[in-house]
């Protein structure tokens, strides 16, 4: 069996993790590669380093130790590489040393639970992406695993319009919208006023970011439906795209995207059954929880 392991080369607890679970692998029998990147990390000649953009290339599993923005951004490059090679995403196991860890299997101090690759005692949850183009002629198009928003530029409020399927729904005023999968409704789209969902779902969430108005409320479409946005204003002002955090396109006066569900699916082992419910529970809770064994 072939891993690649990935961890956040700038956080230290992420490389400790990284050297204990390469132990782990190892005395099952798995070979171990990592990007050239790292190797002034790993002085290990049993390690093969290769370049990133083939890192992935015959893997079973990729482990990706760190934060979700570590966890996301290895997700991102094992579609990018399938994308390139016509190729099925490798299945991506996420070690959690950050601070919230929604993308993760299991946390750090839950290593013992790595066997579990060898022994097929664990579930794929196969999580949706979004797809967005921009109308501009350019044919860029972008996929996200955790969401797309466009935010207001130059500081200004922005007014725009939002289209599904043809049909505009609604020209809002606001400083931006967000667009998540499931996966990223506890992301940006949770700070926003959003609902948390069930990541193994099909759902496309819309929210507006700070929005002048009394009555703008998340929407949720159908994962069929195509959404459509449109700057309504002129002058200096306008929108930045981002699709998983990553600057996509500024949009100006009356220039639209697209959002989508995407074809392509990201595969996440789930070792636990639960990871979710725990980082629900366990991290976002935590004030309430407070409150309650402080007795107030």
């Known amino acids: 069996m072939r891993i690649a392991i990935c961890p956040n080369p700038e956080k230290r607890p ?25 190797g002034e990390f790993a002085e290990d000649a049993d390690i093969r380093f290769l370049p990133a953009e083939s890192l992935f ?10 934060g979700d923005g570590t966890i996301l951004r290895c997700a991102g490059m094992i579609l990018e590489q399938a994308a390139a090679a016509g190729t099925e995403p490798v299945c991506l196991v996420g070690i959690n040393t950050g601070t919230l860890g929604f993308l993760a299997a299991f946390e750090a101090d839950e290593l013992q639970m790595l066997p579990r690759l060898f022994t097929g005692d664990y579930a794929i949850s196969r999580r949706m992406l979004l797809r967005t183009a921009v109308n501009d002629g350019s044919g860029l198009v972008r996929h996200a695993l955790n969401d797309i928003y466009a935010s207001r530029l130059n500081g200004r409020i922005c007014d725009f ?21 499931p996966t990223g409704s506890t992301a940006y789209a949770l700070s926003a006023g959003g609902p948390v969902m069930e990541p193994d779902l099909s759902l496309i969430e819309m929210n507006l970011i700070c929005p002048h108005s009394l009555f703008a409320r998340p929407m949720l479409f159908a994962p069929q439906r195509e959404i459509c946005v449109t700057y ?27 959002v989508t569900a995407s074809e392509r699916v990201m595969p996440f082992v789930d070792c636990k059954g639960y990871a979710f419910y725990d980082a629900l529970n366990g991290k976002l809770m935590q004030p309430l929880k407070s409150i309650s064994q402080n007795g107030l």
């Open 14 to 38: 992420a490389l400790s993790c990284a050297a204990e679970a390469i132990r782990i692998l190892r005395q099952h029998g798995a070979e171990i590669v990592m990007s050239e990147e790292l």
């Open 57 to 66: 290339s015959g893997c079973d599993f990729a482990v990706s130790i760190g």
């Open 161 to 181: 319009s939002v289209a599904v399927d043809g049909h505009t729904i609604g020209v809002y005023r606001a400083d931006g919208i967000i667009f998540s999968t």
């Open 232 to 258: 309504c204003g002129v002058g200096d002002g306008g929108l930045n795209v981002h699709a998983d955090g990553v600057h996509t396109a500024v949009l100006h006066n009356h220039m639209s995207f697209t």
